[in-house]
T-cell receptor
Framework: DQQVKQNSPSLSVQEGRISILNCDYTNSMFDYFLWYKKYPAEGPTFLISISSIKDKNEDGRFTVFLNKSAKHLSLHIVPSQPGDSAVYFCAAYSGAGSYQLTFGKGTKLSVIP | NAGVTQTPKFRVLKTGQSMTLLCAQDMNHEYMYWYRQDPGMGLRLIHYSVGEGTTAKGEVPDGYNVSRLKKQNFLLGLESAAPSQTSVYFC????????????FGPGTRLLVL
């Protein structure tokens, strides 16, 4: 049973527009969430994170929103650039002492010039 | 500062053969992890280590063994490879336990025939 779900396998967006990547989770113990970006033939790289005590975290063009009641988070990229084309993984920790990151299946973002 | 490196980058094995994947990190991180990624799946934790000389099982440990004889190295072994172990293997490390960014290596692509 998938505890972190990224229901859109792919997303295409025009350059300069907003990209919105969604992530849903089922485990109410998750309290810290991360987004990773992955280019082909490379390892995932950390992008942005958010604690469950916040509902928004912003870093440059990247903003993550968390809706705890809906068990939903989203990553907004504004404006989207061709270099943002990659697979984006949502991941979650459960509890401050947790060692295990639970990953979603990923969403492939294509930014069209 | 190379970060996390993995050796080899690609390997083909026959069923029943054995091999060892090497992960090295130069960030002086205590915690290290081995993940596998299968097509259409998120990353799943195989084994992890909380420090030199320690290892523990993750979500999918069967068929794998690990060793952490030196702080900077984490080895993943396949004693008798099976086609189900065809996957991309990622190593990661982090400076602390829980809610910490994990830094990933570039991956090892393994094909078991």
């Amino acid at each position: 049973d998938q505890q972190v779900k990224q229901n859109s396998p792919s997303l295409s967006v025009q350059e300069g527009r907003i990209s919105i990547l969604n992530c849903d989770y089922t485990n109410s113990m998750f309290d810290y969430f991360l987004w990773y970006k992955k280019y082909p033939a490379e390892g995932p790289t950390f992008l942005i994170s958010i604690s469950s005590i916040k509902d928004k975290n912003e870093d440059g063009r990247f903003t993550v929103f968390l809706n705890k009641s809906a068990k939903h988070l989203s990553l907004h990229i504004v404006p989207s650039q061709p270099g943002d084309s990659a697979v984006y993984f949502c991941a979650a920790y459960s509890g401050a002492g947790s060692y295990q990151l639970t990953f979603g299946k990923g969403t492939k973002l294509s930014v069209i010039p | 500062n190379a970060g996390v490196t993995q050796t080899p980058k690609f390997r083909v094995l026959k069923t029943g053969q054995s091999m060892t994947l090497l992960c090295a990190q130069d960030m002086n991180h205590e915690y290290m992890y081995w993940y596998r990624q299968d097509p259409g799946m998120g990353l799943r934790l195989i084994h992890y280590s909380v420090g030199e000389g320690t290892t523990a099982k993750g979500e999918v440990p069967d068929g794998y063994n690990v060793s952490r004889l030196k702080k900077q190295n984490f080895l993943l072994g396949l004693e008798s490879a099976a086609p189900s172990q065809t996957s991309v293997y990622f190593c990661a490390s982090s400076s602390n336990w829980g809610r910490e960014t994990q830094y990933f290596g570039p991956g090892t692509r393994l094909l078991v025939l």
